[in-house]
């Protein structure tokens, strides 16, 4: 799935350097989940500082592997 998160300099960064991501569910049973991102892009407004990251985001189990 393709998600996308917007933010300044600093938010992104720090999204763009991990390449794994924890999603807390309030309702969802596991209460954790665990996604790689692939293929990043990062695009940034031309006058204000705003930036928007998107990639792919495929779920993995315990282990590491994609689910």
């Known amino acids: 799935m393709k998600i996308c998160f917007h933010g300044t300099a600093d938010e992104i960064s720090l999204v763009a350097g991990r390449p794994l991501l ?3 569910t309030a ?3 596991p209460r954790m989940r665990v996604f790689e991102l692939y293929h990043p892009r990062i695009h940034a407004h031309p ?3 705003h930036y928007r990251l998107c990639a792919l985001m495929t779920e993995t189990t315990d282990e590491g592997r994609t689910a």
């Open 22 to 24: 924890l999603l807390l």
């Open 47 to 49: 006058r204000l500082e």
């Open 27 to 29: 309702r969802d049973l």
